[in-house]
């Protein structure tokens, strides 16, 4: 009987290893890139995602690890007589094949959308009941990564954590190596199921919109908002299952699509600079999602600042901690790889806020280097503690390093 319970015991550890492990090959970094939904919606085409494609390599991106393009929802046209499902024709001439093979070729990733019920969000054919059959198309397109998304499913955890899991199993007999990322939107516990279920990411808050945060309260998601949604789920943070955040909003300067809905005016600079700090400390996914083709200085600088994508992308994989709440300020410690320290000081307030920031009542107790990752400098050496100001929705992100 022992034998027996030990024998199930071990196989159960041996499961949750084995999903751990190929959760920890398929995303042993938060996965970055691009996605197509923000600002295109369904204003999408083949001609778009080459474009973009040639971009990433140009303009730097690729090389600072934004190396996914997401065609989210829109893309789809329908079933064919033998039920597989196809794109639009109109949208994608030659087919996912074809498109596949040129972002493979220009060193980049393709990833693609589908959702747990009959029908997307924005009402095209998905995949419920079709999981092998459409995750066999995908691999034999060349996808690497599909974002399930959860409108018209059921609301309880358990069908959720089942669906997920019936398209992650789907995927794993694909043949091909294809990234799951769940989308239910926070609102199903996935926190708790989604390693197990297969995800290497899940989203944490309702879609992110560009703005600050929810002033006109139509129950649309700023960039606060979901800060403040994402960070009491530290405790559930797993390496190879990140936090999705949903998408970057920097660039979009409230231009229109989806994410311009329920009040999203736009953000200035230094919120968009926010966004890209606490994404970074969350270890969330990085999407981009503006019009590549239309960046200015700012936005590229921002979005290709290499020490910021470089806390995103520790190897050692931690998810920052809020050490400090009030009502003007939050302050967050994420510990990196070599024995670092990620220190973020975000003012809350609509006023400049000056802050004396003892390292000791963040726990840190050792002299540091104090590296300033937006300015690209070292500030202070030997230090105990930062002293100065950070600017309103400023977010002043800091490396320590034991002097
Ligand atoms: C939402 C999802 C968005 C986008 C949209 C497409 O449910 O959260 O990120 O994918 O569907 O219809």
């Not at 239910?184 to 516990?189: A, F, R, S």
């Given at each position: 009987m022992k034998r027996l319970l030990l024998l199930a015991f071990c196989s159960v550890c041996l499961h949750a290893m084995k999903g751990q492990g190929t959760r920890l090959a398929l995303a042993p970094t938060p996965p970055m890139g691009w996605m197509t939904w923000n600002q295109f919606q369904g204003n999408i085409s083949e001609q778009l995602i080459r474009e973009t494609a040639d971009l990433m390599v140009s303009e730097g991106y690729r090389d600072a690890g934004y190396e996914y393009i997401f065609i989210d929802d829109c893309w789809q046209g329908g079933r064919d007589n033998h039920n597989n499902i196809i794109p639009d024709p109109d949208k994608f001439p030659n087919g996912m094949k074809a498109l596949a093979d040129y972002v493979h070729s220009k060193g980049l990733k393709l990833g693609i959308y589908s959702d747990a019920a009959q029908l997307t969000c924005a009402g095209y054919t998905a995949s419920l009941g079709f999981e092998e059959q459409d995750a066999r198309t995908f691999a034999q397109w060349g996808i690497d990564y599909l974002k399930y998304d959860y409108c018209g499913a059921p609301n309880d955890s358990a069908t959720a954590h089942r669906r997920y899991s019936t398209m992650a199993d789907a995927l794993a007999k694909s043949g091909r190596s294809i990234v799951l990322g769940i989308c239910?939107?926070?609102?199903?516990?996935a926190e708790v199921w989604a390693p197990e279920a297969g995800g290497s990411v899940f989203r944490t808050s309702g879609d992110v919109r560009d703005m600050w945060k929810d002033v006109t309260r139509q129950g649309g998601m700023g960039i606060l908002d979901i800060i403040n949604i994402t960070v009491p789920l530290q405790p559930f943070a797993r390496k190879g299952c990140w936090f999705d955040m949903d998408m970057l909003v920097c660039g979009l300067y409230g231009k229109g699509g989806p994410s311009s809905d329920l009040g999203g005016v736009g953000c200035t600079d230094t919120e968009y600079q926010t966004q890209m700090s606490l994404w970074a400390m969350m270890a969330s996914p990085l999407a981009m999602s503006h019009d590549l083709r239309q960046t200015n200085d700012r936005t590229r600088e921002i979005l290709l600042n290499k020490e910021i994508i470089d806390i995103d992308q520790d190897p050692l994989g931690q998810v920052a901690e809020r050490r400090i709440l009030t009502d003007e300020m939050q302050v967050f410690v994420r510990p990196l790889s070599e024995g670092r320290y990620a220190v973020a000081v975000l003012n809350t307030s609509d006023n400049v806020l000056p802050v004396r920031l003892d390292f000791a009542s963040l726990g840190l107790t050792a002299r540091y280097t104090l590296r300033d990752v937006w300015l690209h400098k070292d500030v202070k050496k030997n230090a105990r503690q930062w002293q100065g100001t950070v600017e309103r929705h400023e977010t002043k992100v800091f490396v320590l390093q034991k002097s």
């Open positions: 239910e939107w926070g609102q199903h516990n």
